[in-house]
């Protein structure tokens, strides 16, 4: 139910298969030298895949301390789901995704943004429609084999928000749905004083957390029919 590493001094090839599934649990991931990649509005140093385009479906890092463009990100995501991924076969770092600059979540709607990271995820920059005039459903998927930490407002516009850390989340700025489910499960949860979390009639779902929950700022799910509310952990407060 863990993450497998595999590291290689310059390259990694594996034939045959791989299980880190618990016989009664999680799946486990493995990770394949992962790199570390930014988000960021400066020319990019990875692979997106397919070749030929934009759009792109997926961008993986090809060296250390990557950057993905977020314009061609956006422009991929307005057409098809984008994963971004830390692996990389001559990578030697832990794996860090980070949103260093906004996205601009204007046009996507319908389509899914996935980030997954072989080590932390870090929000430092707004997610979300800058253009909010236009209705943008996005659905926004983070998953980590170590801590998620939100530093910077998300909204999704009505599009699903789901994180899912081996580790701790961490949120310190507002999350907001307009109406898409909120789930979230790892370790310990902790919002933050002023990190307020609003669905809009969205479900907020806070039950896959093995460690203390403790909300510091309020949770309205209001609107719409109205949401609910489902919190579980080794304790709540």
Do not use: K
Request: aromatic share 2%.
């Amino acid at each position: 139910g863990g993450s497998i590493e595999v590291s290689g001094l310059r390259h990694v090839e594996i034939f045959g298969t791989t299980d880190a599934s618990a016989p009664n649990g999680d799946a486990g991931t493995l990770v394949i030298d992962p790199s570390n990649v930014t988000l960021a509005n400066v020319g990019g140093t990875g692979d997106w895949i397919p070749g030929g385009g934009p759009p792109y479906s997926q961008f993986n890092p090809a060296m250390d301390d990557a950057v993905a463009d977020i314009a061609i990100l956006l422009q991929s995501l307005q057409n098809n789901n984008v994963t971004i991924t830390t692996m990389n076969g001559a990578g030697s770092q832990l794996g860090d995704i980070t949103v260093a600059d906004p996205l601009n979540l204007d046009g996507t709607g319908g389509r899914q943004l996935n980030l997954q990271a072989g080590h932390d995820i870090l929000v430092n920059a707004a997610i979300g429609d800058l253009v909010p005039a236009t209705a943008d459903a996005t659905a926004l998927n983070l998953v980590a084999n170590n801590d998620i930490t939100i530093n910077a407002p998300i909204d999704t516009g009505g599009g699903m928000l789901s994180i899912d850390a081996t580790g701790d989340v961490a949120v310190n700025d507002d999350i907001t749905t307009d109406g898409g489910t909120l789930v979230s499960g790892g370790g310990d949860f902790t919002s933050a004083a002023g990190a307020a979390i609003a669905t809009g009639g969205g479900d907020v779902i806070l039950t896959g957390h093995s460690g203390a929950v403790t909300v510091n700022d309020t949770i309205d799910t209001t609107g719409g029919a109205g949401g609910q509310i489902r919190i579980s952990g080794s304790s709540i407060s």
